[in-house]
């Protein structure tokens, strides 16, 4: 099974700094079909988690811009540019090239500094 | 607009049974995996299994295979996770989320249901 591994475990960061979170793949991304099945999703305290980011790089609708995904292969990261109140909580990381099973990485939690 | 609703909060004994559902609407029912995702006390996100609705399919991970049974009805756009012998260990948030048409990536969750086993 592919294992996802997300750094760092706590992400404090000050309002309106920047903050970047990564994710690493024990394998390549690339799925045959020529996409990367990478998705982030943030679960705040007490919520569903709710997708950020799918295929990499694609915002879902409604997600701020200041969000933004990038990587390839087995490397990838989420950026924030400027860290809202709203932003707190736990963002994972996904596969879902080589499935089953879809796997998860343990999760960065963002709080404000 | 897409939503799946989940049942209520349950609080059980260890060694009693249990079915949680998961209510799709706004969509195709029948055209997307369903997935369920265990989060227990505290920590992260574990992949439980899938179920195709239109065919019944149904993967498992290694981990809660043998343990729990996934299950649908197309005839109410419900899925249901299930166990026929509660420890406490299985004391979590269960969550449902849609597959993507097609391909292997969540789009849409459940709002959760929180099961305590306890004696």
């Known amino acids: 099974d592919v294992v996802m591994t997300q750094s760092p475990l706590s992400l404090p960061v000050t309002l309106g700094q920047p903050a970047s979170l990564s994710c690493r793949s024990s394998?390549?991304?690339?799925?045959?079909?020529?996409?990367?099945?990478l998705t982030w999703f943030h679960q705040r305290p007490g919520q569903s988690p709710r997708r950020l980011i799918f295929?990499?790089?694609n915002r879902d609708s409604g997600v701020p811009d200041r969000f933004s995904g990038s990587g390839s292969g087995t490397d990838f990261t989420l950026k924030i540019s400027r860290v809202e109140a709203e932003d707190v909580g736990v963002y994972y990381c996904?596969?879902?090239?080589?499935?089953?099973?879809?796997?998860f990485g343990g999760g960065t939690k963002l709080e404000i500094k | 607009e897409v939503q799946l609703v989940q049942s209520g909060p349950e609080v059980k004994k260890p060694g009693e049974s249990l079915r949680i559902s998961c209510e799709g609407s706004g969509y195709s029912f029948t055209s997307h995996w369903i997935a369920w995702v265990r989060q227990m006390p505290g920590t992260g996100l574990e992949w439980m299994g899938v179920?195709?609705?239109?065919?019944?399919?149904?993967r498992y991970s290694p981990s809660f295979q043998g343990h729990v049974t996934i299950s649908v009805d197309t005839s109410i756009s419900t899925a249901y996770l299930q166990w026929s012998s509660l420890e406490a260990s299985d004391s979590a948030i269960y969550y449902c989320?849609?597959?993507?048409?097609?391909?292997?990536?969540?789009?849409?969750w459940g709002q959760g249901t929180l099961v305590t086993v306890s004696s």
């Open positions: 996904m596969q879902g090239t080589h499935w089953p099973p879809l796997t």
């Open positions: 295929k990499v790089s």
């Open positions: 989320s849609r597959l993507t048409s097609g391909v292997a990536e969540l789009d849409y």
């Open positions: 179920i195709f609705p239109s065919d019944s399919d149904t």
């Open positions: 394998q390549s991304l690339l799925h045959r079909d020529g996409n990367t099945y």
